[in-house]
């Protein structure tokens, strides 16, 4: 068996596909599996030859295509699906067949459609097993009374088309959220299974020596991660941030941001205020031990996200700051709220996606610093063999009899 690795987001390293495709990579390589990653047409060149990878998917599953008011699901689900369908046909260059797998890394509804059409024109023989990993809800999904109500009928349909071209055994949907693997089974009709996000972690050895080689980062009471936009929080973080430093002067924070040009507007927005903090900002994407080491230079980590942007989705950062150890602060009604009720990891969640709501659970989870950060550290170790990429591998593996 063979891994042919679809990530049709793939173009950069500001995302989590790299990160993603790297660690798959080098999880089945550990296993003696074959890997190769199939990525977006515009991959930047420095990723295609360290991967290894193949740019040949010119659309990204969250790829928005411009069409007339009221038919974008359908004209999305039928041009997505055909540009993806033609992507595939590459892997038969490489000599994709019956006993592979094609994981599709990133997957929506159209996807599976486009599978789906690459199948039935490949000999019956030939075509290979697949697996469909779903990250995303559509946003566009109507909900009522806290539930998704959409009908689904293109999940169904693309579910009933993958039926047809391999038969329901020889693939399989999972959701790296229990809550939308359920609203996805519903929409199917079939169970949709769960798989933990790809992520490995540094041995504490490897973590002090991170730490020496990187800084070592001063020590900070905040940290703000990953990419800095409005669904994440970034229409509020400055507000929040003042009602923070009015309470609790000379606070210490640090914020990632996705550019020079973003940080700096942040500090001229935060310049009223700069007496009574001390903000560190650090533009751009960090190497994997510039990354960990700053997370780990926190006393909290703040995910200031929107509620319903996160209802049903994992969130990296979230995972990796219950993996180093860290306590959060989180939205009420959030997969993230889901995990802390579940008895992982250790936080404050906020009621309300307001300034004044979330400033009022950072203040506490500082003034609790101290019980928060030893309940966090306590449950860390459980947490990583849950949320980890060995073991999405043993479940992808297990389901189609190869592990």
Known sequence: MRVFFIQNGLVDRETHY?????VFQEAFGRRGIGFRPYIGTRAAADIVSELGAVPCFPLASDATLPCEPGLEELHEFLRKGDAFAMACRRL???GVGAEDLVIVAFSSEAEMHGMAGWL???AKGKRPRVAFVFHNPDFRWPVRDGQVVADGRYHRYAWLEMAEAVGEGRFHVWAT?????RVLGKMMGHRCGWLPLAKVY??????DRWIAETGPWPRVDLAIMGQYRPEK???LIPRVLAAVSQARPGVSIAIQV???EDADTLRKVMAPIAGRLDLRLHAGSLERPAYVSLLASADVILCPYRPRRYAMRASGIFVEALAFGKPVVVPNGSWMMEQLAAGFGAGISFAEYTTASVARAVVAALDQREPLLRAAESHRLRWRKHQHVDAALDELLRHFGEG
């Open 120 to 122: 039935r024109t490949l």
């Open 92 to 94: 038969e260059q490489d």
């Open 18 to 22: 790299f990160d993603e495709t790297a």
């Open 258 to 260: 996705r550019s020079e």
């Open 202 to 207: 540094p041995t504490d050895e490897e973590l």
């Open 233 to 235: 929080g970034g229409d």
């Open 177 to 181: 959220t229990e809550t939308l693997g």
